[in-house]
């Protein structure tokens, strides 16, 4: 029990180290969001910047977060905790060797096939047309940037399973950085401005990769390329990984769906997925996805172990942390995103009528956000135990769940039934994650999970209503065009609103606000320290 507290505890403070740097670094990119806003708005040049960068992306998720990243770690650990450093560097060399070579050769097929990558993509877009051709350009410049984010995933989760967390999530930063200096520095001297951005995406990945050597160097593992394909556990990591590579394209399917559906919709339309998507991985990528980084070393050594009651623990521990934090997230996004939105993006040519529209996306988005980050927490917990196979057959059933439901909502609710379909997809995939990971894992107890998520939900109705009240006083404030008073209306409701829901917890006596202090202890010793 004391050995189960402690990993808790470990897993909250690493959690809080990663949800820190996340949080700086999606503090960022919504500066970043919001400048591109300002110049590009919704229209044609910010859709094709949109599409052309979410290309490199989806293949950054199929090749290093979505498949190799979360397949080594597992074997990584085992190596570490069965053998010895020298023989789990070695597998590093090995695999470093083989997705250099991999890597390079998708990047060059990528830009060489960028004119039907497009076409794929964005099937709206035609395939001829200033739209298109543009879109195909910013492709060719923005492709290589799966190179180096790969390389800084791979450098992730060697860092990860050492148990050295700050670096990986801080290396985020600098993309956002570079995207920022770009647009203000390079696009005014260019004839199209966009492709200043564009430019500045690949700036971004390589200070990444540059910014991650020194603690890569210094945890001792050498980048001296090895050719030895035939390496034992490369094997092992390839049989994991090719079900985890077709789990991650029928994830990347899925967006797919979404952008070649916007693409047949209003002008916009993507934009507006694409603004209300950011504001929603706001939590998302801080909370859930920074539990779940630093939940998978300690499943995947929980597993090696054979401690299935330690795993069970820790799992529990970080859906029931996860869900504390999403599910306020979700109510405050649905009742304050118009204000939200207006304030960081209605200026230049975003206009009042794409708050509107990204308002409506974002709710539909909010409403399956518990889902999201349960999904992030329950695929590592699989592949933790090395089956990647279950997951792949859960992401197919969704795919087909998103892929009906979007072709029923996108009639009537235009571009927010497309938010709402992969909502629903996403809640029937978390369901079938936790049916199946209980079959397999006998004795697993849901209650205390679902104890917590009624705590949180019973929390999150008081600060609602909180909100509801303070929102009809500042009516005004939230209706102005003037920043100062609009921002002081959304920031001291949202601060009204934490405290509200923190005191409704510690009064409903909710174990997870004790975990949430290790967080904040742990993310004030590394700013102290």
């Known amino acids: 029990m004391k050995k189960s507290s402690s990993e808790n505890k470990n897993v909250s403070r690493a959690a809080g180290v990663v949800g820190f740097f996340t949080l700086v670094s999606r503090i960022l990119g919504l500066i ?24 490199p992306n989806l293949l950054r998720r199929l090749f290093a977060e979505g498949s190799m990243t979360i ?11 069965e053998r010895s450093k ?6 590093a060399r090995v695999v470093f060797t083989l997705l250099s070579i991999i890597l390079v050769v998708v990047t060059l097929l990528g830009v060489l096939f960028s004119p039907w990558i497009v076409r794929l993509q964005a099937w ?21 940037y799966i190179l180096f984010i790969s390389l800084v995933a791979f450098f992730m989760g060697i860092l990860n399973s050492l148990r050295h967390f700050a670096a990986p999530a801080a290396a985020p930063i600098l993309l956002n950085v570079a995207i920022i200096g770009a647009t203000f520095w390079i696009s005014p001297h260019l004839s199209e401005p966009v492709i200043g951005v564009a430019l500045g995406v690949i700036i971004g ?11 890569i160097f210094r945890s001792g593992v050498s980048l001296r ?13 390839g049989m994991l990984m090719l079900p985890a590579i077709f789990g991650s394209a029928v994830y990347q399917f899925n967006q797919f769906i979404g952008t070649l559906l916007a693409s047949l919709l209003a002008n916009g339309s993507v934009s507006w997925l694409y603004y209300a998507d950011r504001l ?12 779940s980084t630093a939940a998978l070393p300690s499943l995947s050594r929980q597993a090696a172990e054979k401690g299935l009651d330690e795993f069970k623990g820790t799992l529990t521990h970080s859906l029931r942390l996860t869900f504390f934090i999403t599910i306020p997230s979700m109510a405050g996004l649905i009742m304050l995103g118009h204000p939200i939105i207006k304030l960081f993006f209605e200026r230049g040519v975003f206009d009042a009528h794409s708050t509107k529209m990204t308002t409506l996306a974002l709710i539909f988005y909010s409403v399956g956000l518990w889902a999201f980050s349960g999904i992030r927490i329950m695929v590592s917990a699989f592949y933790a135990l090395q089956d990647t196979r279950t997951p792949v057959k859960v992401a197919v059933i969704a795919l087909a769940a998103n892929l009906i439901l979007s072709l029923l909502l996108m009639g009537p609710l235009d571009h927010g039934g497309l938010a709402l379909a992969l909502s629903l997809a996403s809640s029937i995939q978390f369901c079938l994650l936790v049916f199946f990971l209980k079959r397999r894992i006998s004795a697993w107890d849901l209650g205390p999970i679902l104890m917590s998520a009624g705590k949180s939900l019973a929390a999150s109705a008081v600060m609602c209503g909180v909100i509801c009240f303070l929102y009809s006083f500042q009516l005004m404030s939230v209706q102005t065009a003037d920043i100062l008073p609009l921002a002081f209306a959304v920031c001291s409701t949202i601060l009204i609103g934490i405290i509200t829901y923190f005191l409704t917890a510690y009064i409903f006596r909710c174990r997870e606000v004790e975990y949430v202090l290790d967080m904040l202890n742990a993310l004030l010793r590394k700013i102290a320290g």
């Not at 397949?71 to 905790?81: A, D, G, K, N, W």
């Open 205 to 215: 990945g390589v200070l990444q990769v540059i910014f991650q050597l020194p603690w």
């Open 86 to 91: 020298k023989d789990a560097f070695e597998l």
């Open 32 to 55: 970043r969001d919001m400048i591109v806003a300002m110049y590009f708005g919704t229209g044609m040049v910010s859709d094709a910047f949109f599409v052309a960068f979410r290309i």
């Open 124 to 144: 709206g877009f035609g395939g001829a047309g200033d739209k298109y051709e543009l879109t195909v350009l910013l492709t060719r410049i923005t492709f290589p």
């Open 225 to 237: 390329p090895i050719w030895m394909p035939d390496h034992p556990a490369v094997k092992k990591i």
């Open 71 to 81: 397949s080594f770690i597992p074997v990584f650990t085992e190596y570490l905790q």
């Open 280 to 291: 929603v991985q706001f939590p998302l990528g801080i909370f859930a996805i920074a539990i």
